[in-house]
């Protein structure tokens, strides 16, 4: 899990980053997760890999930052994605956070990357995470086991 979530960025941004900056351009898109952001039952190696990709994104923004790289970064993370890898996974309230389909997700990532936007939540909802991590560690557990996060790997069957 390690290796594919978060080694591959390193090694992947090695091998183009000089590139880039020779350039003075590039963007680089990195794959993170809902999962990156929010930590779930069933899922320690998985959300680890994720919250790994996610400071990566943010540490790497901020080194193009402080050198004034013309270099755009853009963190992705998406909800559940209807692949296969996570079949049977289920949510709680599909209208709030459901499964998201390939062609949407990666329709919205072409739309971040021609709008240089640094993070792309989906859906929406996701967003809502950085204001619960305000309130007490308790209530924050509370409102996600409420949302079915800790329940979604249930009947998990995928790869």
Known sequence: TMDVNIT???WTVRAFLPGMIQANRGH???IASAGGIVGASRMVDYCASKFAAFGFDEALRME???NRWR???TVVCPYYINTGMFAGVRTRFPWLLPILEEELVAGRIMHAI???KKRLL???IVYSVWLLRLLPVV???WITTLLGINACMDEFRGR
Request: positive net charge; without cysteine; hydrophobic residues 50%.
């Open 8 to 10: 591959a960025h390193f």
């Open 28 to 30: 680089i898109v990195t």
């Open 64 to 66: 193009i930052r402080k």
């Open 71 to 73: 270099i755009k970064t």
């Open 114 to 116: 021609q709008f240089n």
């Open 122 to 124: 989906m859906p929406l």
């Open 139 to 141: 209530v924050f557990d």
